[in-house]
């Protein structure tokens, strides 16, 4: 079964309002990780947080970290149409080598 | 351009065939990952090879193999094709091996499989 599990699976905003994804996941991690995927495309890496943090920031994307709840979220703010893609969390677990990615939540951007 | 390199982009094949995907990782990564992305089944990690040796496994079927090369350039073969196996395979490249280390993944464009 996955690691990460992404909801809402889907989500659709105007563009300029913020949107929030979550990931939760199952066994203790060193790092999560969020990458996008643009319709057929490769994904692309967006930002990492450690097991240790509890927020980060990189431009309009801040994401967070409750270990104590297994979950994470991703807030892209301002949205764009640009930003209308496939949005996948990715964790590595303690001790493991393999990268879990989670199904996935899709996100369409109005303009 | 991530760098990571697919060949080929399409591949269209029977049910039975067999078929071999090829992924050049980045310049300087040593570790190379397979991916199927199908509709039904998301994102699956199929495994993972480290300077030329095999170092996790996945979801991957016994009808499915890969290696890497000392050049690094990896390969995976798919055979005895069933319909279910139509997807898209992304190979990604990374610098360190995983575990502790941090394991930024660089994805290649894919291989779209169509078994017909």
């Known amino acids: 079964s996955q690691q990460g599990e992404e909801d809402p699976q889907a989500l659709s905003i105007q563009e300029g309002e913020n949107a929030t994804m979550n990931c939760s996941y199952k066994t203790s991690i060193n790092n999560l990780q969020w990458y996008r995927q643009n319709s057929g495309r490769g994904l692309v890496h967006l930002i990492l947080i450690r097991s240790n943090e509890r927020e980060k920031h990189s431009g309009r994307l801040r994401v967070t970290l409750d270990t104590s709840k297994k979950s994470s979220s991703l807030l892209i703010t301002a949205s764009r149409a640009a930003d209308t893609a496939s949005y996948f969390c990715a964790t590595d677990r303690t001790g493991g080598f393999k990268t879990i990615f989670g199904a996935g939540t899709r996100l369409f951007v109005k303009a | 351009d991530s760098g990571v390199t697919q060949t080929p982009k399409h591949l269209i094949t029977a049910t039975g065939q067999r078929v071999t995907l090829r992924c050049s990782p980045r310049?300087?990564?040593?570790?190379v990952y397979w991916y199927q992305q199908s509709l039904d089944q998301g994102l699956q990690f199929l495994i993972q090879?480290?300077?030329?040796?095999?170092?996790a496994k996945g979801n991957i079927l016994e009808r499915f193999s890969a290696q890497q090369f000392p050049d690094l350039h990896s390969e995976l073969n798919l055979s005895s094709l069933e319909l279910g196996d139509s997807a898209l395979y992304f190979c990604?490249?990374?610098?360190?091996?995983?575990?502790?280390?941090?394991?930024?993944?660089?994805f290649g464009p894919g291989t779209r499989l169509t078994v017909l």
């Open positions: 310049s300087g990564d040593l570790s």
């Open positions: 990604a490249s990374s610098i360190a091996g995983g575990g502790r280390a941090y394991n930024e993944q660089f």
């Open positions: 090879y480290y300077n030329g040796e095999e170092r």
